[in-house]
């Protein structure tokens, strides 16, 4: 039967903090080792995913994270390798993609989990999106996302018909995000793609800080927060993250607030 559980137990969801303009300083030191998610984080949410425009000043920002972290600068999402690496280009950073199916480290090396055989899934979304036009299907390495974004009404339908064909194969884990159903390989997901960078150099020994938006981060904020680092919730909603900043524009500003911080060495 197939695995819809999450791979780790799930943490309790819970309101974090107070919402505010500007995470708390405390929450990134220069020898942490810091996680970020992409779409809804670090970018604001758009349509599609070809449609979202990278903020003025970010990829910079970025890349001095990077060098005054001395590397430990991760970018965890849900979209493939090659779609973060034009996203943020010319910046070429450590990324997780694929909710963790995918993962380069620091020194380029790149691991990739086994694809699952998603035929099923393939044809049952694909059928849904024959009967409504507003659906459309996005297909991953090991994975398939069945977005419903332009028709909201339709998330319950997505979501069931999606678990009912997860249900005829063996181990998925159905995913519900923001007006987007994922199915993809269980036992692989944000907290042990943020687990696997930090055995390696040079994420290893350092703490981990990790922010994300969605339900799809909520496997990251419970590993994260049980090695004894930060989880950090993006915009509202219940999360078992314990710290919340108000939105992916307040954690850009938040970002290029550390980077003076570390440059002016206070």
Not at 35 to 61: E, Q
Not at 113 to 123: E, G, K, V, Y
Not at 141 to 164: F, I, N
Not at 176 to 181: D, E, N, P
Request: charged fraction near 20%; glycine fraction near 10%; include cysteine.
């Amino acid at each position: 039967m197939a695995e819809n559980a999450p791979a780790h137990s799930p943490a309790p969801l819970h309101s974090p903090a107070p919402t505010s303009d500007q995470a708390p300083d405390f929450l990134l030191a220069e020898d942490d080792a810091l996680f970020l998610d992409l779409d809804g984080t670090l970018l604001d949410l758009a349509p599609t995913p070809d449609a979202v425009s990278v903020a003025p000043g970010l990829v910079a920002v970025l890349g001095a994270l990077r060098d005054r972290l001395g590397g430990r600068l991760a970018i965890v999402s849900g979209r493939p390798l090659a779609q973060i690496d034009a996203v943020l280009a010319p910046l070429r950073l450590a990324a997780a993609g694929v909710h963790g199916l995918q993962r380069r480290g620091a020194d380029g090396v790149l691991w990739q989990a086994t694809a699952p055989d998603l035929a099923p899934l393939r044809a049952r979304a694909f059928d849904l999106c024959a009967f409504h036009p507003l659906l459309w299907v996005e297909e991953k390495y090991g994975a398939l996302a069945l977005h419903y974004r332009q028709a909201p009404d339709l998330g319950p339908l997505c979501l069931a018909a999606l678990e009912e064909a997860a249900r005829a194969c063996d181990g998925l884990q159905v995913l519900a995000g923001k007006m987007i159903v994922e199915v993809k390989l269980a036992g692989v997901d944000k907290g042990t793609a943020i687990r696997d960078f930090l055995t390696e150099a040079p994420f290893a020994g350092h703490r981990p800080v990790f922010a994300g938006d969605d339900t799809t981060d909520e496997a990251g904020f419970a590993w994260v927060q049980g090695a004894g680092g930060v989880a950090i919730k993006v915009g509202e909603g219940a999360s078992a993250a314990r710290h919340r900043i108000a939105s992916a524009p307040a954690l850009r500003a938040a970002l290029e607030h550390y980077v003076q911080h570390f440059d002016n060495g206070t």
